[in-house]
């Protein structure tokens, strides 16, 4: 369907890849991964002829339709959310309008030559319509839309009236409902919630025929719909077979190997390199040295790619709290409106969050998960009831919102430094190691970082005060794979307690060891993990 063939590019000065070969072949499901900058999107705009290869050769099947949804989700604006969705598929509306007026022409006298061309041409242009899923065009974007938690209620509300957020939702609804031959995921899943996320997989699985190749940071995502990994990195292009813990473990064992294959081949030359300064002046054994010499100068030398360095930091240990870090009391939140028709967000709380408690809170979109967040950090007062933190708590609040109140003129280390002042260069930069930033990535400043980047710089401000209870709203947002596993490895080891919302299953998995569920304004306790939840809870999720 689509090779790339020996291609080679490069950005300026940088080589993202060279000779690289790969093929995207009808109903493949493969994942693209690779460190930041490697040249996934590369990858992806080449695909879509947005990019120049500088040397190689890509071919498309004819007729090859593809679909591209990136985070770049572009201006829109005039139209409801529905309208906006089927105005991705303008191809297929405008075969509808034409073969409209085809079966009208028909309808009107003509020689029978015309009629003949005529009726190629509809019948051309009908199995096309029909390729491209024209008939239910309407009624699959209603249902990829309520899917994506936009329901009929909202189906005609003005695009512009959506969040960010929202709209990035309804940009990704216009790239499903197209239907393409080929689908190219760039993170599909941010912005999603876990009941999305589940209808997205289904999705993938029962609707989608065509050919996908998607990145990710969701791993349980990944594992669930690709069975092909293709890594982009170390300027080359390596394709792996199996889902991404597959390809994790088969990525170590290929290192292994080409590690021993390094030492082997070093061994050898140095055998060889010794025998040439050894004999080199001896006429007696020219025609070896020469021999030798000849031998070395057409081997090709195994290069070790340059290994990620991972910095571990060892966090203080936290002040010791109370046994009983949150007591609540019927506690509950009322959003008033102008209207007097107010909404209750949840009400009748009660229970005690216990020291070294890992809790997840879950509960579909719009269940109140951030704003009973709030209420415990202090962010926004209760309604009715009480909440009242134990003896000794220090607690530390993560939001989306904090990445806002960074300084964008300060660097990443003054950012830090500010938030722990009695500690030396070392020790600061050990832990802005341990978030993945070193060297001179240290001096970037935040008005140049990405939103992951603010994300772990955010983090790495909180994890060094001196807290014990830590409130965390989605702090996966925007974290690659390797950073959710360094957050999720720094938290296994908090010696304090943590309370958090977030929609990677994998990271609450292995994570938390009780769950809040807010439905419908209540709150239910389930005392165990996250696994013990699904098992038990009415939510139609799976492990």
Sequence with gaps: MIHLSNITKQHGSQLLFRDASFQILPGTRTGLVGPNGAGKTSVFRIITGEEEVDAGEITLAKRTTIGYFSQDVGYMSGRSALEEVMAGAGDTVRLAADLKLMEEAMCRPMSDDEMADLLERYGAAMEE????GGYDLDSRAQAVLTGLGIGPDRFNNPVESFSGGWKMRIALAKILTLKPDVLLLDEPTNHLDVESIIWLEEWLATEF??????????RDFMNRIVTRIVEVANKTVTTYG?????????????????????KRQQDMLAKEEEFIARFAARA???AQVQSRVKKLDKIDRIEIPPEERTVRFEFNQPPRSGDDVVVMDSLGKYWPATDGHGTSVFSGVSG?????????????NGAGKSTFLKVLAGQTASTTGSVTLGANVELGYFSQHAMEVLEP??????????????ANIGVIRNLLGAFLFQGDAVDKKIENLSGGEKSRVVLATLLARPVNFLVLDEPTNHLDIKSREILLDALKNFAGTVILVSHDRHFLRMLVDRVFEIDHGEMRVYEGDYGYYLSKSSADLQV
């Excluded at 199996?242 to 390094?262: C, K, M, P, T, V």
């Design 129 to 132: 319509f029909e390729h491209k």
């Design 209 to 218: 025929k065509g050919a996908l190749l998607m990145t990710s940071h969701d």
């Design 242 to 262: 199996g889902n991404y813990d597959f390809y994790e473990r088969e990525r170590d064992i290929r290192h292994e190997q080409l590690l021993a294959s390094h």
């Design 284 to 286: 007696s054994h020219a």
């Design 352 to 364: 005690i969050v216990r020291r070294q408690n890992k809790i997840a809170v879950v509960g579909v």
């Design 409 to 422: 003129k300060k660097t990443v280390f003054e950012t830090v430094q500010e938030a722990m002042p009695l």
